[in-house]
T-cell receptor
């Protein structure tokens, strides 16, 4: 059972369009990370959000952490073919002094030229 | 700086055979993770080490999977006997720390080992 549900699962858009990917959970997370994974490679960290309501921008990517720290969104403006990849959210929770990081189900984005 | 190294990149075996994967984390990273990623899904944590101790192995199928990190550096993940449903990419990751006071560090992933069980 995935604690983190991502939507949509697949997204295919034309270059220049905008898009939003969602990451939802019934659990509260102390922080949330977004990773991007390309074929044949491991995921690479894009951003970490820690505070409820926090918004971070990375060039054309905007990340938001929900006020209740249960959900997050990733918005891409003017998508480019280089944005193609599997986008993964990962929620962190503490268990004692250890951190548990759980990944979402992923959103496969394809940007067509 | 060298990244996380994994081998082999690809492995094809028949069901009931055994297989082992090796991971060398980034130098100085105390925490090492093994994830299983089935095609089209997000990574699922199998086991997490802090130095040479196990922090979390709650999702490791212990009847067939085992992992060790004897000297607190590199690690091996073994599957014996393999089942068809074990076909997946096995990702190794490392991070500098994992305790609250060390912050929510970035995970650095290797390229993965793709296993096909026939």
């Amino acid at each position: 059972t995935q604690l983190l549900e991502q939507s949509p699962q697949f997204l295919s858009i034309q270059e220049g369009e905008n898009l939003t990917v969602y990451c939802n959970s019934s659990s509260v997370f102390s922080s949330l990370q977004w990773y991007r994974q390309e074929p044949g490679e491991g995921p690479v960290l894009l951003v970490t959000v820690v505070t409820g309501g926090e918004v971070k921008k990375l060039k054309r990517l905007t990340f938001q952490f929900g006020d209740a720290r249960k959900d997050s969104s990733l918005h891409i403006t003017a998508a480019q073919p280089g944005d193609t990849g599997l986008y993964l959210c990962a929620g962190a929770r503490s268990s004692g002094s250890a951190r548990q990081l759980t990944f979402g189900s992923g959103t496969q984005l394809t940007v067509l030229p | 700086e060298a990244g996380v190294a994994q081998s082999p990149r690809y492995k094809i075996i028949e069901k009931r055979q055994s297989v082992a994967f090796w991971c060398n984390p980034i130098s100085g990273h105390a925490t090492l993770y093994w994830y299983q990623q089935i095609l089209g899904q997000g990574p699922k944590l199998l086991i997490q080490f802090q130095n040479n101790g196990v922090v979390d192995d709650s999702q490791l199928p212990k009847d067939r999977f085992s992992a060790e990190r004897l000297k607190g550096v590199d690690s091996t993940l073994k599957i014996q006997p393999a089942k068809l449903e074990d076909s997946a990419v096995y990702l190794c990751a490392s991070s500098f720390g994992q305790k609250l006071r060390e912050g929510w560090g970035e995970l650095f992933f290797g390229e993965g080992s793709r296993l096909t069980v026939l």
